[in-house]
């Protein structure tokens, strides 16, 4: 099993950015395919991005995509959600998930940050 804790939120005004991080312990990281999701209250969650276990493959949202990248390090334990040029609608609480690759679903969730851009 793996254990996820996320950091880096906070507040920020429009166009800027912001770094989320996501901690892991337990399982080695290498192991699992990792995700940033998104939700507030009255929106359906949202996928941000993915990236594979080997971290050479990574997915965007299109509401992200040339804004947001996501990177990992996987001798930290780490997993990295770097946000640019951010928008209102950017405001959210953001999670970190983690699934084995052979996996459809994502098993381990972290308890979230939020963003605020105002």
């Known amino acids: 099993d793996v254990q996820l804790v996320e950091s880096g939120g906070g507040s920020v005004q429009a166009g800027g950015s912001l770094r989320l991080s996501c901690a892991t312990s337990?399982?080695?990281?290498?192991?699992?395919?990792m995700a940033w999701f998104r939700h507030s209250p009255g929106k359906e969650r949202e996928e941000v991005g993915s990236?594979?276990?080997?971290?050479?493959?990574?997915r965007y949202a299109d509401s992200v995509k040339g804004r947001f990248t996501i990177s990992r390090d996987n001798d930290k334990n780490a997993l990295f959600l770097q946000m640019n040029d951010l928008q209102s609608a950017d405001t959210r609480m953001y999670f970190c998930?983690?699934?084995?690759?052979?996996?459809?679903?994502?098993?381990?969730w972290g308890q979230g940050t939020q963003v605020t851009v105002s």
């Open positions: 337990g399982d080695p990281l290498r192991r699992y395919s």
């Open positions: 990236l594979n276990a080997g971290g050479n493959y990574a």
């Open positions: 998930a983690a699934r084995e690759p052979w996996q459809s679903e994502y098993k381990y």
